[in-house]
T-cell receptor, first 113, second 114 residues
Framework: EAAVTQSPRNKVTVTGGNVTLSCRQTNSHNYMYWYRQDTGHGLRLIHYSYGAGNLQIGDVPDGYKATRTTQEDFFLLLELASPSQTSLYFC????????????FGEGTRLSVL | KTQVEQSPQSLVVRQGENCVLQCNYSVTPDNHLRWFKQDTGKGLVSLTVLVDQKDKTSNGRYSATLDKDAKHSTLHITATLLDDTATYICVVGDRGSALGRLHFGAGTQLIVIP
């Protein structure tokens, strides 16, 4: 069954801490995305990728790195976490054409104290 | 600059009533428009996708329209149920060099009361 799985589902860290959010898709999709969702905003694109080894900068990339190690796996890295990065993070995958709906993970709630 | 605007921001209806949600966008060039439902704290679930210049779709109690000339879409929910309480998000897909990019509205929060 097609799916996008995020881990962890919840994470608490301190300012300056290191955090890695993981995402795996089993949909054979080329595109994978990392978004953050904050009250009053639509989902905002942090980084995305159209294949293993590829990385594209999104709209709010500052403070985030990402790496697409395989077709299935896309990681989001916060190397010096700040309280402004407290948010709900979603990973998604798509075929990029609009013909199929992008599939979203259940989200990771990150709190930076 | 926000490229997808949704209205109203929030809406309260009684169970059984109909409602209409609006989406205006400025994404150019536009490929497709999709409506998602998001339950609180959960991921997004696709309701319908619109592709053609002037398009209409129907999916059970959900129906949607798209006018690419006006860059405007509507989502109609008929005979609302309590389970329809959620945030409804309009998403426009890019058709230019950024194929695969998705532009999200902030959502309309729908609350259905008994």
């Amino acid at each position: 069954e097609a799916a996008v799985t995020q881990s962890p589902r919840n994470k608490v860290t301190v300012t300056g801490g290191n955090v890695t959010l993981s995402c795996r898709q089993t949909n054979s999709h080329n595109y994978m995305y990392w978004y953050r969702q904050d009250t009053g905003h639509g989902l905002r694109l942090i980084h995305y990728s159209y294949g293993a080894g590829n990385l594209q900068i999104g709209d709010v990339p500052d403070g985030y790195k990402a790496t697409r190690t395989t077709q299935e796996d896309f990681f989001l890295l916060l190397e010096l976490a700040s309280p402004s990065q407290t948010s709900l993070y979603f990973c998604a995958s798509s075929d990029g054409t609009g013909g199929q709906a992008p599939l979203f993970g259940e989200g990771t709630r990150l709190s930076v104290l | 600059k926000t490229q997808v605007e949704q209205s109203p921001q929030s809406l309260v209806v009684r169970q059984g009533e109909n409602c209409v949600l609006q989406c205006n966008y400025s994404v150019t060039p536009d490929n497709h428009l999709r409506w998602f439902k998001q339950d609180t704290g959960k991921g997004l679930v696709s309701l319908t996708v619109l592709v053609d210049q002037k398009d209409k779709t129907s999916n059970g109690r959900y129906s949607a329209t798209l006018d690419k000339d006006a860059k405007h879409s509507t989502l109609h929910i008929t005979a609302t149920l309590l389970d329809d309480t959620a945030t409804y998000i309009c998403v426009v897909g890019d058709r230019g060099s950024a194929l695969g990019r998705l532009h999200f509205g902030a959502g309309t929060q729908l609350i259905v009361i008994p």
